[in-house]
Nanobody, 123 residues
Framework: QLQLVESGGGLVQPGGSLRLSCAAS????????IGWFRQAPGKEREGVSC????????NYAESVKGRFTMSRDNAKNTVYLQMNSLKPEDTAVYYC????????????????WGQGTQVTVSS
């Protein structure tokens, strides 16, 4: 069964940090571009960051640049999102998704989705 499983979400105070993980089973992630997306209540799903299949290229939404870092460990079949200096507006359900190697990093292009992990930033 092809599956992506996110973990690492939780409740954190503003200015705090979390590291999200996205582990794959049933397929190997190194054939895919991987994206992190998030969806806040009442809002559309938005792209957060994306990493190339080899890990050499990453891009980020303007709202998270300088605070979030995406990485991947293909040997562990896992992708990470390090989130620092968290703000209340980062509160959302975070999803990882696998896209074709050369696909545009948009939610509509995702081949597989995880179930999501809740991140809440609040004092």
């Amino acid at each position: 069964q092809l599956q992506l499983v996110e973990s690492g979400g939780g409740l954190v105070q503003p200015g705090g940090s979390l590291r999200l993980s996205c582990a794959a089973s049933g397929f190997t992630l190194d054939n895919y571009r991987i994206g992190w997306f998030r969806q806040a209540p009442g809002k559309e799903r938005e792209g957060v960051s994306c990493i190339s299949s080899g890990g050499g290229f990453t891009n980020y939404a303007e709202s998270v640049k300088g605070r979030f870092t995406m990485s991947r460990d293909n040997a562990k079949n896992t992708v990470y999102l390090q989130m620092n200096s968290l703000k209340p507006e980062d509160t959302a359900v975070y999803y990882c998704a696998a896209l074709a190697r050369y696909a545009i990093c948009e939610a509509s292009k995702a081949s597989y989705w995880g179930q999501g992990t809740q991140v809440t930033v609040s004092s």
